[in-house]
T-cell receptor, first 117, second 112 residues
Framework: AQKITQTQPGMFVQEKEAVTLDCTYD???????LFWYKQPSSGEMIFLIY??????QNATEGRYSLNFQKARKSANLVISASQLGDSAMYFC??????????????FGKGTHLIIQP | GAGVSQTPSNKVTEKGKYVELRCDPI?????LYWYRQSLGQGPEFLIY????????DSGLPNDRFFAVRPEGSVSTLKIQRTERGDSAMYLC??????????FGEGSRLTVL
């Protein structure tokens, strides 16, 4: 079974609208972390936001927020007031085990977001 | 440098040749990761170093792939007898223990 599922291969959104990128995950580990990365056409993976499995509140970082629904194993990324520069691939990723653990990240297949003027 | 540096940024080689890809992590980051990303896919884990030793190499696809980090800083991913299926973007990332991964811009490998 896939550990990270992103069901939206591509999305077109009008500039200034809010965007929700879907991510569901699968793990039996009670301790895990969820990450979102942005990958523009240049190829570099840019860290956006992190949510720990024990965090009580949804993570927020500027225009980015994470809609964490633990019972549904869902960690959707919300981008408010989208900008043309938000056009990129977006990857959801998970690290299992405590945050101090050594494991790397497991990535989803990504969502290609295109912001239209 | 300030970020993770990967060289070369692009490498074109012929089937059967040997290739080395280099990663220079962020200073002070003890953890180093190699990922492979094929077109239209998310990055796939290859190997993880904590210091000089490979803590997890379960993602290496076969014995043609090998990586070293002899002094706990710079790492080299080595691919022997390259095949066309090895063509991909190879991403390196570094982190403090348990922290966010910071990625380099990748090395794009094309095997003709």
């Amino acid at each position: 079974a896939q550990k990270i599922t992103q069901t939206q291969p591509g999305m077109f959104v009008q500039e200034k609208e809010a965007v929700t990128l879907d991510c569901t995950y699968d793990t039996s580990d009670p301790s895990y972390g969820l990450f979102w990365y942005k990958q523009p056409s240049s190829g570099e993976m840019i860290f956006l936001i992190y949510q720990g499995s024990y965090d009580q509140q949804n993570a927020t970082e500027g225009r980015y927020s994470l809609n964490f629904q633990k019972a549904r194993k869902s960690a959707n990324l919300v981008i408010s007031a989208s900008q043309l520069g938000d056009s990129a691939m977006y990857f959801c990723a998970m690290r299992e085990g405590q945050r101090g653990g050594a494991d790397g990240l497991t990535f989803g297949k990504g969502t290609h977001l295109i912001i239209q003027p | 440098g300030a970020g993770v540096s990967q060289t070369p940024s692009n490498k074109v080689t012929e089937k059967g040749k040997y290739v080395e890809l280099r990663c220079d992590p962020i200073s002070g980051h003890t953890a180093l990761y190699w990922y492979r990303q094929s077109l239209g896919q998310g990055p796939e884990f290859l190997i993880y170093f904590q210091g000089t030793g490979a803590a997890d190499d379960s993602g290496l696809p076969n014995d043609r792939f090998f990586a070293v980090r002899p002094e706990g800083s710079v790492s080299t991913l080595k691919i022997q007898r390259t095949e066309r299926g090895d063509s991909a973007m190879y991403l390196c990332a570094s982190s403090r223990p348990g922290g966010e991964l910071f990625f380099g811009e990748g090395s794009r490998l094309t095997v003709l």
